[in-house]
């Protein structure tokens, strides 16, 4: 069975129809990309699977647990971390304190700390500023630090959020790079973007999503190929 | 955002400043003007006609720093729940009589066993560690019960149930033990006065304002060092991201009622070593008030906001009256020490609504 399992899930604000039945898998130690243009119903989608929303219908299925039996904060331990869109650092906080909420159910003060190393060592420029208030650091920097703050739980599963939105192409191959490396230290990943290009560039298997709805599923390599894709995407004529 | 397209308020020194002015502004600045003159010459009429002496400015103060203290505890309450829930708990009053009033009876019991008269440290830390608990255990009644089933529901509406729970309260504690007015019994170590720099100061004063001084202190070291309080400052900041960190933030928010009772209830007891008399299920509601007012002044949701807040106020109440309303030739002007706080709050809320400390209200938050 497939690490995580989406089966048809519908979801609603209000009398909005956000999600009309979305069905996905990813497979452990897969990268999976979803892509989908503004309102498509990617935010949403990822919300319903870290427990923030709990679809109206359908299931959601990680390592075989049933997403919508926990609350959200039940299912970090669990191994599902989420950098939301928009980074939502603390801003208050300092770097170091935001790291330490990432890890917020551990109680190995040992664990944490080497953990908070191997993430300054990802990020650098992050270990330079750890008692920096976190609201005073740049945009990349904040993306730096939600995405460590993510690893702080230790996740099997990490769902990223347009991790790209707003950033110097110079950071954006930085970010996409260690996506590659995080996933190759063994974590899943489910990357939701805009940025088709990228996403598809490291991902294994990608959907796309339409106004709530799955309209394409393939291998990377194949959707990089299809005309609609290329069309609507990637700015490919 | 719709804030930062205006250009930012640069004051009088920008160059257009006069030309930007509003009649609001005109209003405004007069009466700032008014009350600046009113207090100045206020001030300088008392300070030049020598009415009081050195000793005596001194022990006003000393007894605003006390009060203050108080204050400052029951105003901390207020801050934490609305930093994190941004509601006004408006029977915030009502947790400090409960403690207040059940740790009296506590009080006359170690008063009457002799214990009071033979260990009197170890008494009087009963009376708070019972004043604490049992205004915990309700402040934490009135999360589940008042609170929590509303969260989600439109502003108004806690505050309506809260202003309900709070004459719940009241009476059920006018039921529990009766009408009349008690007072806490003497404790004999704090009675008297000791020569500080040449003035005498009233001990239990200083014992006040020290156990006071001594609980802030811990409650920032609580709030910035422990895993909880980084936590309280995270939901206060993104609640829905606190729960991607694994942050179950009812027990958060629940924390935040313990600690606000916790403080509320060891105030009581503080209360009444300073002044013992006046224990009864109405006595929460001036300090609720007072307290309240301590936190809009410093900032509501600001920490060292409801601390600064609340010694502000204290003091203001207790030099203002002589200070300034004796020198406008206001006759009993100690009378008027109610008034002084509460035009004081409504001066805040027109020139600085944020308060002492505050930040403007971002419109995410609001
Ligand atoms: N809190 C909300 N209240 C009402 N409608 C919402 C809310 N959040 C999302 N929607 C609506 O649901 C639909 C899907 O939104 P969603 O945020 O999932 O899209 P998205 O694919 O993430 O878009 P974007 O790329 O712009 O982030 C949209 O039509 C959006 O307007
Ligand atoms: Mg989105």
């Given at each position: 069975m497939a690490l995580l399992e989406v089966d048809n899930i519908h979801a609603y604000y209000g009398k909005i129809h956000a999600l009309k039945g979305v069905s996905l898998t990813v497979e452990k130690g897969e990268v999976v990309s979803l892509i989908g243009g503004n309102g498509a119903g990617k935010t949403t989608t990822l919300r319903c699977i870290s427990g923030l929303i709990k679809p109206t219908d359908g299931s959601v299925t990680f390592d075989d647990d049933v997403v919508a039996d926990y609350a959200a904060h039940e299912l970090v331990p669990m191994g599902i971390a989420m950098?939301?869109?928009?980074?939502?650092?603390?801003?208050?906080?300092?770097?170091?304190?935001?790291?330490?909420?990432?890890?917020?159910?551990?109680?190995?003060?040992?664990?944490?700390?080497?953990?908070?190393?191997?993430?300054?060592?990802?990020?650098?420029?992050?270990?330079?500023?750890?008692?920096?208030?976190?609201?005073?650091?740049?945009?990349?920097?904040?993306?730096?630090?939600?995405?460590?703050?993510?690893?702080?739980?230790?996740?099997?599963?990490?769902?990223?959020?347009?991790?790209?939105?707003?950033?110097?192409?110079?950071?954006?191959?930085?970010?996409?790079?260690?996506?590659?490396?995080?996933?190759?230290?063994?974590?899943?990943?489910?990357?939701?973007?805009?940025?088709?290009?990228?996403?598809?560039?490291?991902?294994?298997?990608?959907?796309?999503?339409?106004?709530?709805?799955?309209?394409?599923?393939?291998?990377?390599?194949?959707?990089?190929?299809?005309?609609?894709?290329?069309?609507?995407?990637?700015?490919?004529? | 955002m719709a804030a930062s397209a205006k250009p930012a308020r640069t004051g009088f020194l920008s160059k257009d400043y006069f030309e930007r002015m509003t009649w609001v502004d005109w209003v405004l600045n007069a009466l700032r003007v008014l009350i600046l003159a009113l207090v100045i010459i206020g001030a300088t009429n008392t300070l030049l006609s020598g009415k009081y002496t050195l000793a005596q400015w001194v022990s006003l103060i000393m007894s605003g720093l006390a009060q203050g203290s108080i204050y400052a505890l029951i105003a901390l309450g207020y801050t934490l729940v609305y930093g994190i829930l941004l509601m006004i708990n408006f029977a915030h009053g009502e947790v400090y009589m409960a403690g207040a009033f059940t740790a009296y009876f506590i009080a006359d019991w170690t008063a009457k066993s002799?214990?009071?008269?033979?260990?009197?440290?170890?008494?009087?830390?009963?009376?708070?560690?019972?004043?604490?608990?049992?205004?915990?255990?309700?402040?934490?009644?009135?999360?589940?019960?008042?609170?929590?089933?509303?969260?989600?529901?439109?502003?108004?509406?806690?505050?309506?149930?809260?202003?309900?729970?709070?004459?719940?309260?009241?009476?059920?504690?006018?039921?529990?033990?009766?009408?009349?007015?008690?007072?806490?019994?003497?404790?004999?170590?704090?009675?008297?006065?000791?020569?500080?720099?040449?003035?005498?100061?009233?001990?239990?004063?200083?014992?006040?304002f020290f156990s006071a001084l001594v609980l802030m202190l811990a409650l920032y070291w609580l709030i910035e060092r422990t895993k909880m309080g980084k936590a309280m400052r995270a939901v206060s900041e993104d609640k829905e991201v606190s729960r991607l960190m694994g942050i179950d933030i009812d027990r958060v928010i629940v924390f935040t009622f313990l600690l606000g009772g916790?403080?509320?209830?060891?105030?009581?007891?503080?209360?009444g070593l300073y002044r013992p008399q006046g224990v009864n299920f109405f006595m929460g509601f001036f300090p609720g008030i007072k307290a309240f007012t301590a936190a809009v002044l410093g900032g509501i949701g600001s920490v060292p906001g409801a601390m600064?807040?609340?010694?502000?106020?204290?003091?203001?109440?207790?030099?203002?009256?002589?200070?300034?309303?004796?020198?406008?030739?206001?006759?009993?002007?100690?009378?008027?020490?109610?008034?002084?706080a509460f035009t004081m709050l409504v001066f805040v809320l027109i020139f600085r609504p944020q308060g002492i400390l505050g930040e403007r209200l971002k419109e995410k938050k609001a």
């Open positions: 950098v939301p869109e928009g980074r939502g650092i603390f801003s208050k906080l300092t770097v170091q304190e935001n790291m330490e909420m990432g890890a917020f159910y551990r109680n190995d003060k040992e664990g944490i700390k080497q953990d908070m190393e191997h993430g300054y060592h990802i990020f650098p420029r992050l270990a330079e500023r750890r008692t920096q208030i976190a609201g005073t650091m740049s945009g990349g920097e904040q993306q730096m630090l939600a995405m460590a703050r993510a690893l702080m739980s230790k996740p099997r599963l990490l769902l990223l959020d347009e991790p790209s939105m707003g950033l110097a192409p110079v950071l954006v191959e930085l970010i996409f790079d260690t996506i590659r490396d995080i996933n190759q230290q063994g974590v899943t990943v489910l990357l939701v973007e805009q940025n088709a290009h990228m996403a598809l560039q490291i991902a294994n298997r990608g959907y796309v999503l339409q106004t709530g709805e799955i309209i394409l599923s393939d291998n990377a390599a194949s959707l990089r190929k299809d005309p609609m894709v290329q069309k609507a995407y990637l700015g490919i004529d | 002799g214990l009071l008269a033979s260990a009197p440290v170890i008494a009087v830390l009963i009376w708070v560690i019972v004043a604490a608990l049992v205004s915990m255990g309700v402040a934490v009644l009135l999360e589940r019960v008042a609170y929590r089933p509303l969260r989600g529901a439109p502003r108004l509406v806690p505050l309506i149930t809260a202003i309900g729970a709070s004459f719940f309260l009241q009476y059920t504690f006018r039921g529990l033990y009766g009408t009349g007015f008690k007072s806490y019994p003497a404790v004999p170590i704090i009675q008297g006065s000791v020569a500080i720099g040449g003035f005498n100061i009233l001990i239990a004063q200083l014992v006040v916790a403080l509320a209830g060891a105030a009581g007891v503080i209360n600064l807040g609340g010694i502000f106020l204290g003091i203001i109440e207790s030099v203002g009256p002589s200070l300034i309303l004796d020198g406008l030739g206001i006759n009993s002007a100690n009378q008027l020490k109610d008034v002084i």
